[in-house]
């Protein structure tokens, strides 16, 4: 019997976009081809994944949309072989983070620098530089290279890079910045950006505290000066995700929105 099967992997809108840690394929096992998704993160990531096939049938409904989470492998979907010579075409795309996360808009962040410090925010939500679709409600905050970060929310590493040492001011400098994200207790991630070379202090897996030091700020990425580009947010589908408006605590109070131009003391 000759068995055609045609798997077309594409991997887009990741940040990960050229590894292989995420892997939906399939196999044919007696008479069904069964598709197995398999996660090698250490965090839980939403697929989207989408097929065509024929000679085959499945009573799922495609595109199909679902959480794979850290470390773990199993059946996504299984297709019945309804005739020898059957083609299945696939694609999908993965984000960090589980869709299902839900984040508590009662948590107060802190500001993510050293407490009676201040520093201006250079980006408010909703900048015109760069805050808009997914990085909507992310703040940037001026500081110069090597300035301390905090963690702004206890949580867990999951993913950091701090070997790069490039910047600049075009989109293609985006995949240079230096991070850290850490996944909260709600499931929702925050990202460190911009990051000096070397920067991290804290290693994937670690467990943080509210204002442990984890870092320092750098000038690498898609940047026009040196800061802090910190954003909370969640997974939506493989290719996009939603961020969220956080609260944060100042000396003067909480700040429910801060504005581009204004100092903030960390409290
Ligand atoms: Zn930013």
Redesign the pocket.
């Known amino acids: 019997m000759r068995v055609v099967l045609f798997l077309l992997f594409l991997l887009l809108g990741s940040l990960f976009a050229s590894d292989d840690t995420v892997l939906v394929k399939a196999k044919k096992v007696g008479e069904y081809v069964i598709v197995d998704g398999v996660n090698k993160n250490p965090f839980s990531v939403t697929v989207s994944y989408n097929a065509s096939y024929q000679n085959l049938k499945s009573d799922k409904k495609m595109p199909m949309l679902f959480v794979l989470n850290p470390l773990m492998k199993r059946e996504v979907l299984r297709l019945h072989i309804e005739k020898k010579g059957f083609v299945l075409k696939a694609n999908y795309t993965w984000t960090i983070g589980s869709k299902d996360a839900k984040h508590d808009n009662n948590y107060i962040y802190r500001l993510p620098y050293k407490l009676g410090t201040k520093r201006r925010v250079a980006?408010g939500f909703n900048?015109k530089f760069?805050?808009y679709g997914m990085?909507q409600y992310?703040v940037?905050f001026e500081m110069p290279v090597g300035t301390e970060v905090y963690a702004a929310r206890e949580g867990r590493v999951v993913k950091t890079k701090d070997d790069s040492n490039i910047g600049g001011v075009t989109r293609s400098f985006e995949k240079y910045a230096n991070y850290i994200i850490i996944e909260h207790n709600d499931g929702t991630l925050a990202s460190y950006?911009h990051l000096k070379q070397y920067g991290v202090v804290v290693e994937e897996g670690d467990q943080v505290d509210r204002g442990q030091l984890i870092g320092y700020s750098g000038i690498t990425g898609l940047t026009k000066g040196p800061h802090l580009?910190f954003i909370v947010y969640r997974a939506v589908n493989g290719t996009t995700r939603d961020s969220f408006p956080i609260k944060f605590m100042s000396a003067r109070g909480i700040v429910t929105e801060p504005v581009t131009g204004k100092w903030y003391v960390a409290k």
Do not use: L
């Open positions: 980006q900048g760069t805050h990085s992310a940037d950006v580009h």
